[in-house]
């Protein structure tokens, strides 16, 4: 009896203990550390870690009572004194959340545009004065000294209207905030997490200057970053492919996604309902940009990947997320990463008398979806302001309304802000990234 009780104690003692936890992976890590926490990638070159990434990161706070700043007076000459601020600072606020907020959030490179102004100081800009540099500054360096394990890349990518002075300012808020922390360039780009942590180093810093080299700054040049300069998002596709087929491994490489409003195209968009920077990037280049993302194999295939509007869902998962699953190919993501039209257009019905109106609709399929929803939202401005729905057993559908039916009725000619979710699992899957779409 006794050895059958040692038995079963111990058999008990057994089914007490905790399991051990999950090991993390890109669609479980907690983001605010994924580069400490994040398994198998502490040997990675930087240089091939996939690093999600902001473009003009410091541009959350601009509104319409935001001035000019020196850079956008140079950049528009006169024009500046016939644009309304509300209007420049809609499509100049690329992203929603500060330099703090985005670190947390899982972002790991920041893009800082600076500017000297008349009144002596030095503020971040995009067309319209930012905060001062020392406050965004001030922001990184909590975030790089709370979480020594996370490294930031840095770029002071662009300088304007600049003096000695004005370097001066920058420089000593550079030292105050980080210090010993920023990685000496003499390390090499190839550099990786272990080694970094080793030294107690977590910044990478860029330097289009060449004024902080002696600090330990990359120079001008560092980072393989094209810029397409186009409203195409096919073009900014193109680019990125051709940018990773010639990825040096030797260089930082960093796949801009973001689109580049002209005046014509910023009048364009806004006649025909993109009336902001968050507008275009959202409905225009996100869901093409997932689509791509998604697709690229997992492994050291990217590098620094940048977004506006980082915060918008995208296949159903974050862009932070998405970037990371680069690493083991964990997409947690369960939406279409786009839905775009394929025709429409009207037709006389005998068997009911009346018109109908028809569109076409397709979208990138999930696996292990067995229905799918289609939902189209009409705006005002956009046409006709009437929202319909419609089920599918497959990634498209036709959406066919007779104009006797008001509450489902859609208008060719109109523009709809076009979504879709899929059934997987007998659960509802979050919506895709939304499309505006003209029947």
């Not at 030095?122 to 790089?144: D, S, T």
């Not at 006389?348 to 067995?370: E, K, L, M, R, Y």
């Amino acid at each position: 009896m006794g050895r059958h009780v040692l038995v079963s104690a111990l058999v008990l003692a057994a089914c007490l203990i905790p399991a051990a936890p999950a090991a993390a992976d890109s669609s479980t890590v907690r983001v605010s550390d994924w580069m400490g926490s994040l398994p198998g990638i502490s040997d990675i070159p930087l240089t091939e870690l996939p690093i999600p990434g902001t473009h003009d990161s410091a541009t959350s706070t601009l509104s319409g009572d935001s001035p000019w700043s020196q850079a956008g007076r140079n950049d528009l000459g006169g024009i500046v004194d016939v644009i309304p601020r509300s209007v420049a600072a809609s499509w100049s606020k690329a992203q929603p959340t500060g330099v703090g907020q985005q670190l947390r959030d899982g972002i790991r490179y920041l893009d800082l545009r600076l500017t000297r102004e008349p009144d002596g100081f030095v503020y971040l800009e995009h067309g319209l004065r930012g905060p001062r540099v020392e406050q965004v500054l001030a922001e990184i360096g909590e975030f790089v000294r709370s979480h020594p394990r996370e490294v930031v890349l840095l770029g002071l990518n662009r300088y304007t209207a600049f003096d000695d002075h004005g370097h001066a300012q920058v420089r000593s808020a550079v030292v105050r905030e980080f210090g010993g922390r920023i990685m000496p360039s003499s390390m090499g780009a190839s550099v990786t997490l272990s080694q970094l942590w080793n030294l107690g180093r977590n910044v990478v810093l860029f330097d289009n200057s060449n004024r902080l080299l002696d600090l330990g700054a990359f120079g001008a040049g560092a980072i393989d970053a094209p810029w397409p300069n186009t409203m195409d998002p096919a073009v900014v596709i193109n680019t990125i492919q051709h940018t990773l087929l010639n990825h040096d491994h030797n260089r930082f490489s960093a796949l801009g996604t973001t689109l580049t409003p002209d005046f014509g195209g910023i009048v364009n968009g806004t006649l025909n309902g993109v009336t902001s920077l968050a507008d275009l990037a959202v409905r225009t280049s996100h869901a093409p940009v997932a689509h791509w993302l998604r697709g690229v194999v997992p492994g050291r295939n990217v590098n620094i990947v940048t977004t506006d509007w980082y915060t918008n869902p995208m296949c159903g998962t974050s862009f932070v997320r998405l970037v990371l699953a680069r690493v083991d190919g964990r997409d947690s993501g369960t939406a279409p990463c786009d839905v775009w039209g394929r025709g429409s257009g009207t037709y006389w019905s005998w068997g009911d008398w009346s018109v109908h109106t028809w569109a076409d609709f397709a979208w990138t399929p999930i696996t292990g979806a067995t229905r799918y929803e289609i939902h189209l939202d009409g705006f005002a401005g956009g046409g006709c302001v009437v929202d319909t729905s419609q089920l599918s057993d497959v990634a498209s559908v036709r959406v066919d309304r007779q104009n006797q039916a008001w509450a489902e009725y859609i208008c060719v000619g109109s523009q709809y802000d076009v979504r879709v979710r899929a059934l997987v699992g007998g659960q509802w899957q979050p919506w895709s990234t939304v499309r505006r779409i003209r029947l």
